[in-house]
């Protein structure tokens, strides 16, 4: 009997701390919300607006906070785990840091409810689950089930898979009971990542970035298998005349050649030698003669950064692979388009993000590069920008540029992007501001920690 009496006891000790358990680690407020659904739930607006804050732990002993919170068109009832945020103070005797507690809604662990303030009808339930507040898992009502929504930075990678669930069991259900509803309704492989992976990528960035005071913007300018310094136009060596405005003891290098100056850091430590230029110059798109861009390729190179980048990442896999690929034999192009509509300051709007031989739209591109970043972990990404070029009449639309983009998780999950163009760094975000109207096209390179550019 003493011994029938421990096993109990040792039971109900241990079923509690697995009872919020889920395989990504995060706060879950399960437990807490058995209780909630009359006050907080179903309750009408008014009995919800009378309920004061409320914080409770869970099982495991972390803290949620109880909320309303209302919108011009919704009132959202939050359960949120806490956060500790450092800040500084500043007082009369200087300044220290003290913690503070607080209950974010949108940080990973948290749920909300959005419910209609007009008719008071759920809308649907939310769950925040990563690092990034933009990437969450949501559920609308549809009769007597539940359709599950996968959004990642304003795009959805799945919109309306039918649960087989009624909506209400979300009212209590786990993060891991949503993992496991939804493990073969939803494209996790997009959301999921092992932030360990990516060393190569960050070791990259970090030696692009100590080298680029060393570089100067030149148009027209790459180095050859020589490291002579030459035009891309023609090949033809730089006159001493015409170096005489540029900084002596720079690398010059123009868009195109900037981005074959990170494709070379990676080759030359296999092959002893860096690429050439006739090679990446080969047309890889084919229009009628008789067409518009028939007519304006006459007198326009209007490809001539997306054959740079196909035939340059091209280069690279041969290298790799000591095999010569083409580039339409690679598999260098990303032509994934894992989006089929877009949240719009209009609402949701089915959206075309990629066009052949255009490419992607900016518009897509954070919500790309992190579905890249999570399935082709260790893959940074050439790109060319076709946009309006104004420095003829009529304008026209043309692959002019080139940039290169290097997608990552950082250690706490989050999502982390680098961009060099031009011969500096940029943000992803000032990129889609100052690109947001154009289309670049992208092609795939493995990173390597054998790096050495010149």
């Known amino acids: 009997m003493k011994k029938l009496l421990c096993l109990i006891t040792a039971i109900c000790l241990v079923v509690p701390f697995f009872a919020d358990y889920n395989r990504l680690g995060i706060p879950d407020s399960s437990e807490i919300r058995k209780g909630l659904e009359e006050r ?10 009378a309920n004061q804050p ?14 309303l919170e209302e919108s ?9 785990p806490r956060a500790l945020i450092k800040v500084n103070v500043y007082s009369d005797k200087g300044m220290y840091t003290e913690e503070q507690e607080l209950y974010p809604g949108d940080v990973a662990g948290s749920w909300v409810l959005i419910r209609d303030k007009r008719t008071g009808k759920p809308l649907r339930i939310r769950y925040y689950f990563v690092k990034n507040s933009e990437v969450f898992i949501q559920f609308t009502p549809q009769g007597k089930i539940a359709l599950a929504d996968l959004v990642i930075f304003g795009n959805y990678a799945a919109r309306g898979v039918p649960t087989g669930m009624s909506f209400e069991k979300f009212y209590t259900a786990s993060f891991e009971d949503v993992m496991t509803i939804t493990e073969t309704k939803l494209p996790w492989n997009y959301v999921l990542v092992d932030p360990q992976v990516y060393h190569s990528m960050k070791q990259m960035c970090a030696v692009i970035h100590e080298k680029l005071p060393e570089i100067y913007y030149v148009q027209d300018a790459m180095y050859d298998e020589n490291h002579e310094l030459v035009h891309i136009s023609n090949g033809k060596k730089f006159e001493k005349a015409e170096m005489t405005d540029f900084p002596k003891e720079k690398l010059l290098l123009s868009s195109a050649g900037f981005v074959k100056w990170i ?8 092959s002893g030698g860096v690429l050439k230029r ?7 798109v084919s229009v009628k003669d008789n067409g518009r861009q028939g007519v304006l390729s006459q007198k326009y190179d209007l490809f001539f950064a997306l054959n740079w980048v196909r035939n340059l990442a ?7 692979s000591g095999k010569t690929y083409m580039f339409n034999q690679s598999g260098v192009d990303v032509k994934l388009n894992p989006f089929a509509s877009s949240i719009t300051e209009k609402g949701v709007a089915n959206t075309v993000t990629f066009v052949e031989n255009s490419g992607h739209t900016v518009a897509v591109l954070n919500s790309l590069l992190y579905v890249l970043a999570a399935t082709e972990p260790g893959t940074l990404y050439l790109g060319a920008i076709r946009g309006t070029d104004r420095t003829v009449s009529p304008e026209i639309m043309a692959f002019n540029e080139c940039v290169a983009f290097f997608p990552y998780f950082q250690d706490d999950g989050g999502f982390a992007c680098t961009v060099f163009m031009n011969g500096r760094e940029m943000t992803l975000e000032n990129f889609c501001y100052y690109y947001a109207d154009d289309f670049v096209y992208l092609t795939r390179v493995k990173s390597s920690e054998r790096f050495f550019p010149q």
């Open 278 to 284: 006739e090679p990446l110059i080969k047309e890889t």
């Open 54 to 67: 409320e914080i409770r732990a869970n099982n495991n002993g972390q803290k949620f906070q109880i909320r």
């Open 263 to 270: 494709a070379d850091g990676l080759v030359e430590p296999i």
């Open 40 to 49: 907080w739930f179903t309750a009408p607006l008014s009995e919800v607006r």
């Open 72 to 80: 011009e068109t919704t009132f959202n009832v939050f359960v949120s």
């Open 314 to 320: 091209s280069a690279v896999v041969s290298v790799y």
